[in-house]
């Protein structure tokens, strides 16, 4: 076990305070006031982004340095997005997060980081006119999904495939609007799309609809194209870029 996870600093444990097994678990008294703690944490996002408008959330890997054409690809992407007229959300962390948020911030609509309490990799990006810090993944992944109209992501890890499936899966069981899931990079997602196909849907664990649940591209463009075809679908409007909000 990695060293980062085996000591983990204090602010760490958070999370795993809450999901502890029965036999470790804290007093009642304790475990009402983490419940109030969580409220507050929800009722804060809720008010800080109620008015952004109508913005994608757009998911990829930590590590992506500042010279990877992906990173580069992002950045473009959080530009034209912004110069379309929508914010987006992020991790608000390093790599395809900091890309993005630099390109939406730049052009001058809202860049909104939903930043968590992480051991390692984990830093705020200087590209966020809203900054949010979350302690639990859950009412992150709430707000990632609660203010946003599309889903776009580009390679990544852990994280961005638990994102891309959590969201498939809600639009899967409609338990929210089929808007799109866009996966960026056609050589790194092609072969994980065929292993579905060729494994889950093959074997009956995915009905033959779902695969059409998300789209590969490779270019911007084609991001932002699909973005206001969703908006347009769900009648949304959209104008120009609109003023960041802190």
């Given at each position: 076990?990695?060293?980062?996870?085996?000591?983990?600093?204090e602010h760490a444990h958070t999370e795993k305070a809450l999901l502890r097994h029965e036999a470790d678990r804290s007093p009642m008294h304790s475990e009402s006031w983490r419940v109030l703690r969580i409220q507050s944490e929800v009722v804060e996002g809720f008010e800080s982004l109620r008015d952004l408008g109508p913005a994608v959330s757009v998911f990829g890997s930590a590590r992506t340095s500042p010279e990877h054409p992906f990173y580069k690809?992002?950045?473009?992407?959080?530009?034209?997005?912004?110069?379309?007229?929508?914010?987006?959300?992020?991790?608000?962390?390093?790599?395809?997060m900091e890309a993005v948020n630099r390109g939406a911030h730049k052009a001058g609509s809202p860049s909104v980081g939903l930043n968590i309490e992480l051991p390692f990799e984990q830093h705020?990006?200087?590209?966020?006119?809203?900054?949010?810090?979350?302690?639990?993944?859950?009412v992150r992944k709430l707000n990632f999904v609660k203010f946003a109209l599309a889903f776009v992501y580009f390679p990544g890890g852990f994280g961005t495939f638990d994102e891309f499936f959590e969201v498939a899966t809600l639009v899967q069981t409609g338990k929210i609007e089929p808007f799109p899931l866009i996966l960026v990079g056609r050589e790194f997602w092609t072969p994980f799309v065929e292993w579905m196909k060729n494994?889950?849907?093959?074997?009956?664990?995915?009905?033959?609809?779902?695969?059409?649940?998300?789209?590969?591209?490779?270019?911007?463009?084609?991001?932002?194209?699909?973005?206001?075809?969703?908006?347009?679908?769900?009648?949304?409007?959209?104008?120009?870029?609109?003023?960041?909000?802190?």
């Open positions: 076990m990695k060293p980062a996870i085996k000591h983990l600093p690809k992002a950045q473009e992407t959080g530009r034209l997005l912004s110069k379309a007229g929508f914010g987006v959300i992020t991790g608000g962390g390093p790599g395809i705020a990006n200087p590209y966020q006119s809203i900054s949010l810090t979350n302690r639990y993944f859950f494994h889950l849907l093959a074997q009956n664990y995915i009905s033959p609809d779902d695969p059409s649940l998300f789209i590969i591209v490779d270019k911007p463009e084609e991001v932002v194209a699909l973005v206001k075809q969703a908006a347009k679908q769900a009648g949304i409007k959209v104008g120009k870029a609109r003023p960041a909000r802190g």
